[in-house]
Every structure is written in structure tokens, then in C-alpha cells.
């Protein structure tokens, strides 16, 4: 036969049987991999997840990006549907979303590493599409796999402090949820029937109840999971769950500490932040120090006043705001990062400054500047609410101590539950406006 003819017979052989190695169906030969297993995970996973996405919608709404300065994702369009004024009350519920955002993603990465290897002999099936309803699904799950992968790297990395990726953190992250969040609703509505199915097939009780020696593959499943030439098990089912949420718990542990206050906070070992910074009522945790931002002893020193921008500008020394009523809260520091730390902070109510310029309080917001020349959270708006809350502090003092120079000296803002990277330090200068949108 002339080898002109021969060629497409080949290829035709080759398309059939697929690439070697991965792509073959006796590659894959854990006999744990099978439906049930995976619905487990997907299971803890769609709960988990739920508050996560949930979590971090809030805390876009905590950054109150309708105020002006204030949003870090400008082009959000119809994504801001949702955007509601964020309350001052609880104090601590930023504290407590942010955090659970942060630490039940970290809790989360190896049920969505064992739901990945669960599923990945799907990645390789051959041919690549059977149909035109099989190649959209396989699309729809590389969004669905890349938007859940890059959310979680970037939120990692954010947290580590690794600002490593060549573009900023609040949209890249803001506008991957939405892409990841898209993608998982259409993948729970195609799949939810089968993993209820899936579940349903095998006792939960009785799966942690067996042993290596009694542990069998799943019958064979029409999706493909279950291996076509199962190996023998070297791990029961049990010890699989066990392996995964052990890992878990142990994440969960090694974080969980970084919204505590206390001795317990030295447990933080996976957060970067839960170090000694600074003598007695000082001492908690800073992300930038004024050397950091260039914010030096002359920004700060005699020569610094804080202006009061409005109908009637004011200038102020620290000794007239100290002179002022002055007022003390226990307020939290909540980071996106996840971490918080409650401290006694003594200041001079927002609302008495809006007074002083000149504005009844409730009809005016604020946006709030800092010396700082160089880096971002150099300004803050905050809601005519949020000013008039009395817990609204222009802090002066904390613990009883004079602000340290890190911690915002002369003065820095505390709003109650306001995100951290509105606690602007080293203020200089209050403008009062009536714009809210
Ligand atoms: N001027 C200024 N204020 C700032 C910041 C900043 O970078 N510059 N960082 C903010 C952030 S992101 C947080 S979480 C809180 C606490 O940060 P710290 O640990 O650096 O004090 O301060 C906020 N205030
Ligand atoms: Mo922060």
C-alpha cells in the first residue's frame, strides 16, 4: 500500500486509542476514585465554599466602594448590584466574616486538592469532545477549575504578603469570583442529581466503619471515575477522609489563632502575623511601618496639623485635640488578610469634628488622608452614618499610651466595623462632603 494512503489509517488509530500515558483508560488506578468519593468532597465543598463566596461579596460591600476614593475595582458595573450601606453595628462583624473568609479558604485547600485528584482522570478524557453538550461542559469546568485555583492562589499569596503577580489583588480577585461563582452554579445545577445519587449509594456510617482489607472499588460509573483496572487499595476510604481532613483541621489550627487576641495568637504559625511589634500597649501587630511608607519625624512631628476641610477649614495641633472631649472604645482591627486584634482606642469623635467644620453629623461623609506619599490606603470615605456612629474616632491614644509612631502617630482613624484598610494612620486631613454615590 503506498504510504500516501497509509497516513490517515494511522491517525485514525491514533485519535481512537488517544495520546499514550494519561490520556488512556487504564492509566489512572486508584481504586478509591468513584462517585461517592467525590460527592463527599464536593459536598463539604459547595458548603464551604457558599460561605466563602458569601464572605468575600460582604467584605467588597465593607469597603463601601461607592464612596469616592474608596473602590478598588472601578469598572465593577452591574457586579456592584447587590452593594448595601455596611452597618457600624456589631463592631466586630467585619472581624468575624473576614475572618472566616480567610480561614475556612485556607481549611478548605485540601478538600479542593482531594476533590481535584478525584476527578482528574476527567481532565484527560479522549477524545476531547464527544458531542457539542460535552465540549461546553468541559469548558465551563476549566473555568470552573482555573477561577477556583486562581482565587485561591491569589488569595493565599495575598495573605503571605507575596504581592508576586503582575497585576493588583482587589480586582484580579473581585472579578475572578465572579467568573469562579458563574462556573459553579452552572457545574451544581448539571451535577447536583448525580452526586445526590452518588451519596445515596453508599452509607457514610458504614464507609468510616471499613477497613483496608474490605475496601473495593465503586461499581463502574458512566462519567468514568471509577478505574477500568483498579489496583490494589493501599489506603481504605476511611483513612483517605481521614488523611483530607486531618489536613484540614491541622491548617485550621496552625490560622484559626490570627483573629484571636492573647497568648493563643502565637498559634498563627501559617499568617506572617503574629509577631511582638513594640513596647507594652504598643505592642500588636503591623503591617507598615511609617519607615515603610517613608513617613517620617517631620510628617508627624510639631509642625503637623490636622486640617478640616469644609465650610469653615480648621487647622489643629495634637494638644487641641486632646483638649477636645475625648472618648474610649474597644474597636477591632479586621485586615482583608484575614487577621484582627481588638484594642482600647481614646480619640476625639468624627461626629464633634464634623461639628467643628462647620456640618450637623448623619448629613456629612468623610474621606480621610494620611501623610503618606508613597504606596496605597493613603485615604479613606467613610458613609455620613458611619461618622455619626459615636464610636467614630479620630484615636489619639491606645491602651492608654500615646499612639506609636507604626501605629499612626499623631492620629488614626477607628470606625467600628469598618475593614482595616480604612483605619487610616497618620491622618492630616478630614473632608467633609455630602456625596454618597
Ligand atoms: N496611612 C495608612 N494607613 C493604613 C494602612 C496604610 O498602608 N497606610 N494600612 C491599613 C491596613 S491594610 C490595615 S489592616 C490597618 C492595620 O495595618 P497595620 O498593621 O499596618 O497597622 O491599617 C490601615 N491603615
Ligand atoms: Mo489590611
Sequence with gaps: MPPEREAPGRLARWWRTGPPGPFRPGFWRSPLRGPWLTAVFGMVLLVGLAVVVVTGLLSYAAYEPRLPGNDTTPGRGLLGFYLFEWPTDPAWLYRVTQGAHVILGLTLVPVLLAKLWSVIPKLFDWPPARSVSQAVERISLVLLVGGAVFQFVTGILNIQLFYVFPFSFYPAHFYGAWIFLAALVVHVAVKLPTAARALRSRGFRRELRTGLA????EPPDPDGLVAASPAEPTMSR????????????LIFGLSVGQTLDGPLRRTALLAPHGRVYGPGPNDFQINKTAAG???TAADTGDAWRLTLAGSRPVALTRAELLAMPLHTYALPIACVEGWSTEQEWTGVRLADLARLAGFAPGTVGVTATSVQRVGYFGSASFSPRQVADPRSLLALRVNGADLSLDHGFPARIMVPNAPG????KWVHRLDFHQELS
Design 421 to 424: 484598610v480604612h483605619t487610616t
Design 293 to 295: 511608607l517613608g513617613v
Design 214 to 217: 474490605d475496601t473495593r472499588p
Design 238 to 249: 476511611r483513612g483517605m477522609l481521614g488523611f483530607v481532613g486531618g489536613g484540614s483541621l
